[in-house]
């Protein structure tokens, strides 16, 4: 029956709003799902650090291998980072987007037509491309589409270099970055203690060292979830 319907008669332009609109909720909901959890990993991420600066300090024996650490964590800090970025700026587009599309569908019931816009081809077309929203994304510019309010589907989305251009070059000189702003005051409380402990646990040492290999290797593979 709705096929039919589809056949003789135009879209309800009502219907085709709510339906852009729930989409567009839906998409909203994933990116804040997504930063959220990003933001667990930061914090999670920075306390990792903060162990094993402090290991390398208190056995000096291992630290050398509580250095390699400390910047392994600072670089999936900097990739949380710059993903929670990109996902801040993709709910901001997703607002305008929203915002632009009402406006359209307002001044259509007035006016009696709509005219296609290319400030929100060009927004969707931005997102439609992010890993984390192509399906939801394509759904709503086939929406979009049929309604006149943009003129063509959108491009494939990203691949991951291209989300990742530029990190390699700028990431010794962040990660020293990102060291400085996690250990600054830790670092002096730290030095000021008595090192009279140094053999007392090498056994959880090494216990904590393969707990957080183990919490490296999640928290990169839920980096690579949020992309999928």
Same mark, same amino acid.
């Given at each position: 029956?709705?096929?039919?319907?589809?056949?003789?008669?135009?879209?309800?332009?009502?219907?085709?709003?709510?339906?852009?609109?729930?989409?567009?909720?839906?998409?909203?909901?994933?990116?804040?799902?997504?930063?959220?959890?990003?933001?667990?990993?930061?914090?999670?991420?920075?306390?990792?650090?903060?162990?094993?600066?402090?290991?390398?300090?208190?056995?000096?024996?291992?630290?050398?291998?509580?250095?390699?650490?400390?910047?392994?964590?600072?670089?999936?800090?900097?990739?949380?980072?710059?993903?929670?970025?990109?996902?801040?700026?993709?709910?901001?587009?997703?607002?305008?987007?929203?915002?632009?599309?009402?406006?359209?569908?307002?001044?259509?019931?007035?006016?009696?037509?709509?005219?296609?816009?290319?400030?929100?081809?060009?927004?969707?077309?931005?997102?439609?491309?992010?890993?984390?929203?192509?399906?939801?994304?394509?759904?709503?510019?086939?929406?979009?589409?049929?309604?006149?309010?943009?003129?063509?589907?959108?491009?494939?989305?990203? =691949?991951?270099? @291209?989300?990742?251009?530029? /990190? &390699?070059? $700028? *990431?010794?000189?962040?990660?020293?970055?990102?060291?400085? %702003?996690?250990?600054?005051?830790?670092?002096?409380?730290?030095?000021?203690?008595?090192?009279?402990?140094?053999?007392?646990? =090498?056994?959880? @040492?090494?216990?904590?060292? /393969? &707990?957080? $290999? *183990?919490?490296?290797?999640?928290?990169?593979?839920?980096? %690579?979830?949020?992309?999928?």
């Amino acid at each position: 029956m709705e096929s039919l319907k589809a056949v003789f008669w135009k879209p309800d332009p009502a219907a085709q709003m709510r339906k852009c609109n729930s989409l567009i909720r839906a998409n909203t909901r994933k990116l804040d799902r997504d930063m959220a959890q990003l933001k667990a990993l930061d914090s999670k991420t920075k306390g990792f650090i903060i162990q094993a600066s402090k290991r390398g300090q208190r056995n000096p024996s291992q630290a050398k291998q509580a250095a390699v650490e400390t910047r392994t964590f600072a670089r999936e800090l900097i990739r949380m980072r710059k993903q929670s970025n990109r996902l801040a700026t993709s709910k901001a587009q997703l607002h305008s987007v929203q915002m632009q599309v009402n406006e359209a569908f307002a001044v259509r019931k007035i006016e009696g037509s709509i005219r296609a816009s290319t400030g929100i081809m060009k927004d969707v077309n931005s997102l439609v491309r992010l890993p984390e929203l192509t399906g939801t994304m394509r759904e709503l510019s086939q929406e979009l589409v049929r309604a006149g309010i943009i003129e063509e589907m959108v491009g494939d989305s990203l =691949p991951d270099n @291209e989300l990742l251009e530029g /990190e &390699d070059e $700028e *990431a010794e000189t962040e990660v020293d970055k990102v060291l400085g %702003e996690v250990l600054q005051g830790k670092l002096g409380k730290v030095e000021g203690k008595k090192v009279d402990k140094i053999e007392e646990e =090498p056994v959880a @040492e090494d216990e904590d060292f /393969e &707990d957080q $290999e *183990a919490t490296l290797a999640q928290m990169r593979g839920r980096l %690579e979830a949020l992309k999928s």
